[in-house]
């Protein structure tokens, strides 16, 4: 697939690729389909706050409500 295939199939722009008939719905089903399962490549994405952190921004949020 080239450059320019690859950009029309983009996720972030078929919708609008369909819209204005640059790609038919059919089209761009038959390439989902056609791409590989890589679920078991993913891993869980775990996001930690620091709580000092977060303490801090709560004793700044509670002086502004103060003041």
Known sequence: MSKKDEFLYDVRIAERNIQEGKLSKKDYEKHLASLPDVEEKGEPLVIEEDEVSSEEE??????????
Do not use: R
């Open 58 to 67: 709560l004793d700044q949020v509670e002086e502004e409500i103060s003041e």
